[in-house]
DNA sequence: AATTATGACAACCGCCACAAC
DNA sequence: CGTTGTGGCGGTTGTCATAAT
């Protein structure tokens, strides 16, 4: 899976690439080779990035400029991160989904290093799959409430039963700021800081490099919203972990600004509830205990195949 | 062993917004 | 003002590896 990224990728399919595209004019198409990619990377070593269309005529590559930017964003630049999406990481992107539905740029704004595309492709070979072994509509709100009573408290358990295993965690307990110390990602580490902001946080939220505007999210529609600072996205992935944790906050007050009551009841007021069956039945069985099916990260669930009644039926256990 | 199905990732396409002219 | 070029976004398709049959 990893390999994927690795150079192999490129050369193994460079008949290919050839075969599909050296007659259509002087444009190539496909994947790239590994001597695209080094022109590219070094063009932009020594000229920066943008201008793509020009950018890829003076690379002396024979493709469109979308398709160098494209590269460059989603595979070649330096910090991308490719590779497992962590338990955080999920619940973040599951998080921001249920906050702003398809609008993978701006989620990915809160994973560093991570793509639009890759949480894209997360989405749709992961959590799509779930919902249609649900039998259910990914964007119904049977699945959402799946997702949010059910899957969401179950990374939560399992990131702090990790950071337990770490030893960063004496016993089963709320968030805890050791939890939070021993996310795997920053964006993990946001996210447990977001989860232990008082959602009434609104008027706790800091004002943030990065988010300091205000989001305009214009109802249902996927009108485009105001850019958050690109510092967010280049920055360090230390400087992303303290700024970004701050956006989430930020997006957090959104959140209650753009839904209201809509979704009933707030993240905080659901990792409580989840954290305080966990710590008052036990640990990691606890939730177990609580009738929680039993979602793990990535492949496990799909041994699971929980009925939405299955569901429901536990959950009133 | 060969074939088929599936998963994961990479890349493309069409549309839109915006700025420059 | 309209046109054009550019960049960004989300949806979709293509490709390859691996699992299942």
């Given at each position: 899976?990893?390999?994927?990224?690795?150079?192999?990728?490129?050369?193994?399919?460079?008949?290919?690439?050839?075969?599909?595209?050296?007659?259509?004019?002087?444009?190539?198409?496909?994947?790239?080779?590994?001597?695209?990619?080094?022109?590219?990377?070094?063009?932009?070593?020594?000229?920066?990035?943008?201008?793509?269309?020009?950018?890829?005529?003076?690379?002396?590559?024979?493709?469109?400029?979308?398709?160098?930017?494209?590269?460059?964003?989603?595979?070649?630049?330096?910090?991308?991160?490719?590779?497992?999406?962590?338990?955080?990481e999920?619940?973040?992107?599951?998080?921001?989904?249920?906050?702003?539905?398809?609008?993978?740029?701006?989620?990915?704004?809160?994973?560093?290093?991570?793509t639009?595309?890759?949480i894209?492709?997360?989405?749709?070979?992961?959590?799509?799959?779930?919902?249609?072994?649900?039998?259910?509509?990914?964007?119904?709100?049977?699945?959402?409430?799946?997702?949010?009573?059910?899957w969401?408290?179950?990374?939560?358990?399992?990131?702090?039963?990790?950071?337990?295993?770490a030893?960063e965690?004496?016993?089963?307990?709320?968030?805890?700021?050791?939890?939070?110390?021993?996310?795997?990602?920053?964006?993990?580490?946001?996210?447990?800081h977001?989860?232990?902001?008082?959602?009434?946080?609104?008027?706790?939220?800091?004002?943030?490099?990065?988010?300091?505007?205000?989001?305009?999210?214009?109802?249902?529609?996927?009108?485009?919203?105001?850019?958050?600072?690109?510092?967010?996205?280049?920055?360090?992935?230390?400087?992303?972990?303290s700024?970004?944790?701050?956006?989430?906050?930020?997006?957090?007050?959104?959140?209650?600004v753009?839904?209201?009551?809509?979704?009933?009841?707030?993240?905080?007021?659901?990792?409580?509830?989840?954290?305080?069956?966990?710590?008052?039945?036990?640990?990691?069985?606890?939730?177990a205990t609580?009738?929680?099916?039993?979602?793990?990260?990535?492949?496990?669930?799909?041994?699971n195949?929980?009925?939405?009644?299955d569901?429901?039926?536990?959950?009133q256990?």
């Amino acid at each position: 899976m990893e390999m994927m990224g690795m150079a192999m990728s490129p050369a193994m399919s460079s008949a290919t690439a050839a075969a599909a595209s050296e007659d259509e004019g002087d444009l190539r198409r496909g994947p790239w080779t590994v001597e695209e990619d080094m022109l590219l990377v070094d063009y932009i070593a020594n000229h920066g990035e943008g201008r793509w269309n020009s950018l890829a005529r003076c690379a002396g590559l024979r493709r469109t400029g979308k398709s160098c930017r494209l590269r460059w964003l989603n595979y070649l630049r330096p910090d991308v991160r490719r590779g497992n999406i962590t338990a955080d990481e999920q619940l973040l992107i599951l998080d921001l989904h249920s906050r702003w539905g398809n609008r993978w740029s701006k989620i990915a704004q809160y994973l560093p290093g991570r793509t639009d595309n890759e949480i894209k492709n997360y989405w749709r070979t992961r959590v799509q799959k779930h919902a249609k072994q649900l039998r259910c509509d990914v964007n119904s709100k049977e699945f959402r409430d799946v997702v949010r009573h059910v899957w969401m408290p179950r990374l939560v358990e399992r990131i702090q039963a990790d950071a337990a295993a770490a030893g960063e965690v004496a016993a089963p307990a709320p968030v805890s700021a050791a939890a939070t110390r021993s996310m795997s990602s920053p964006a993990g580490a946001m996210y447990l800081h977001h989860q232990q902001i008082p959602l009434a946080a609104g008027a706790m939220v800091v004002a943030p490099a990065a988010s300091s505007e205000a989001y305009h999210h214009h109802g249902g529609g996927d009108t485009s919203c105001s850019e958050p600072s690109q510092a967010a996205v280049t920055m360090s992935p230390d400087d992303a972990s303290s700024t970004l944790r701050s956006s989430a906050a930020a997006a957090a007050a959104e959140d209650e600004v753009i839904h209201g009551d809509v979704l009933s009841g707030s993240w905080s007021e659901l990792l409580a509830t989840t954290t305080t069956t966990i710590a008052a039945t036990g640990g990691r069985d606890g939730a177990a205990t609580a009738g929680l099916p039993d979602f793990d990260e990535l492949g496990d669930f799909e041994d699971n195949l929980w009925s939405l009644e299955d569901i429901w039926l536990h959950q009133q256990c």
